[in-house]
């Protein structure tokens, strides 16, 4: 079963700076491109950062210089470090990946969520 537990949120001041983990199980890590997204209150979930099995990574205008994607697959754990946070940055952030399944002769992707983490920056 696949699983994705994201963990590091809390609460910051803006100008700080803050990393969140992701551990993954329940398919091959290595093998996948991975993604943060977040979702902040009253708005539509969206992609932060992106990071492919041979490590391109992919941001967001908004936090392009200021969020590092990275991963390390010997432990299966996507992180996200924050830094130079601002209040619009606060939302609950989420683990992402679209995995391939299989079920008899049946092939299809689906795409896995963990719980998130909730991300608040203080003026």
């Known amino acids: 079963e696949v699983q994705l537990v994201e963990s590091g949120g809390g609460l910051v001041q803006a100008g700080g700076s803050l990393k969140l983990s992701c551990a993954a199980s329940g398919f091959i890590f290595n093998e996948y491109a991975i993604a943060w997204f977040r979702q902040a209150p009253g708005k539509e979930r969206e992609a932060v950062a992106t990071i492919t099995n041979d490590g391109r990574t992919n941001y967001d205008y908004f936090v392009k210089g200021r969020f590092t994607i990275s991963r390390d697959d010997a432990k299966n754990m996507l992180y996200l470090e924050m830094g130079s946070l601002i209040p619009e940055d606060t939302a609950v952030y989420y683990c992402?990946?679209?995995?391939?399944?299989?079920?008899?002769?049946?092939?299809?992707?689906?795409?896995?969520w963990g719980e998130g983490t909730l991300v608040t920056v203080s003026s």
């Open positions: 992402y990946a679209n995995v391939v399944n299989r079920k008899g002769w049946e092939v299809y992707t689906k795409d896995y």
